[in-house]
């Protein structure tokens, strides 16, 4: 998703409002982490499912991520499956969402079960 060229594009105008968030609404001592992280999040998330969620929620997703990654403890793994609902995670899908946080290493989910 990162990368459009065309500022007129919806991707690039999403992107925008992400950024333009995180400036006035994210919490200040996570502006720089955020600045960093949402570039190479959004680097491999598809067009289609990044403008399924508004800046808003898209942020609250990233945001919620990074809250479940805070709390890994090296050399340890974390798994997490969840509904996200706008109460509890501030965004909502229409699936189940499972989150992975693991060191990188050779067949990562064989190495989780």
Same mark, same amino acid.
Do not use: Q, W
């Given at each position: ?17 992400? @950024? ?9 001592e ?6 960093? @992280? ?32 805070? %709390? ?6 974390? /798994?997490? /499956? @969840? ?6 995670? %501030?965004?909502?899908?229409?699936g189940?969402? /499972? ?7 050779? @067949? ?6």
């Amino acid at each position: 998703m990162v990368g459009h060229e065309d500022a007129s594009t919806p991707e690039a105008v999403l992107i925008d409002k992400l @950024f333009r968030l995180i400036a006035s609404e994210a919490p200040p001592e996570r502006r720089s982490i955020l600045d960093a @992280f949402v570039p190479i999040y959004l680097k491999r998330l598809p067009d289609t499912e990044a403008l399924e969620l508004t800046a808003a929620e898209l942020l609250a997703e990233i945001i919620d991520l990074l809250a479940f990654m805070d %709390g890994r403890a090296n050399d340890v793994n974390k /798994v997490r /499956v @969840f509904h996200p609902t706008l109460e509890t995670c %501030g965004y909502t899908t229409e699936g189940t969402v /499972v989150e992975i946080v693991t060191d990188d290493r050779p @067949f990562l989910v064989d190495s989780i079960t």
